[in-house]
């Protein structure tokens, strides 16, 4: 059975950073890009000069200690970005559902705010499409 665990960046062992990246699309992706940035204020932030404070908060879904999806909630004084992916094996289970209605339950009680989502294909823009107004929908440039 699939469960969900909330952490902070903080939290994730190296083992955990290591599965996160390989659960994103290669090239060019936003979750990639933004967990990045992530994982360099974790090395850095002892460093003066450096990012001194990163508002992210990590939701895993787990099934047998085993990590088949994630998603990445990061706040920046005025909204909430949402980006996530699921294992390509474990799609179509309702894992990204799971993921998506815990981000909106967090979003609301810390924030007061709607998760930001940007759909930059038909699937995704299907899959943000089932949740209504409680997700705010931007579409990705090129799509
Ligand atoms: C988009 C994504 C997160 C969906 O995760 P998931 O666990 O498969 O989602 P669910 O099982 O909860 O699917 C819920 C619904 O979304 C829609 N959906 C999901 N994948 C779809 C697909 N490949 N084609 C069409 N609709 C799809 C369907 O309506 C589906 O309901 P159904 O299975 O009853 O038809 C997953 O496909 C993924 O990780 N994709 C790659 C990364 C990505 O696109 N991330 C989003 C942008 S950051």
Not at 32 to 47: C, T
Not at 54 to 64: P, V
Not at 75 to 92: A, E, H, K, P, Y
């Amino acid at each position: 059975m699939t469960k969900l665990r909330v952490v902070t960046p903080e939290e994730l062992t190296q083992k955990e950073i290591r599965t996160l990246f390989s659960l994103t699309l290669r090239g060019w992706s936003e979750l990639r890009y933004r967990f990045h940035k992530v994982v360099s204020y974790l090395r850095e932030r002892d460093i003066p000069g450096r990012i001194k404070e990163i508002n992210a908060t990590i939701i895993l879904a787990e099934a047998d200690d085993k990590i088949s999806g994630w998603a990445m909630l990061e706040w920046d004084g005025s909204s909430c970005f949402l980006q996530m992916n699921v294992r390509t094996s474990c799609r179509r289970f309702g894992i990204g559902t799971m993921l998506v209605n815990e981000a909106i339950d967090i979003c609301k009680k810390k924030h007061h705010r709607k998760p930001t989502v940007e759909a930059w294909d038909i699937r995704s823009e299907k899959f943000y499409k089932k949740f209504g107004n409680k997700l705010e929908i931007t579409y990705y440039s090129f799509y």
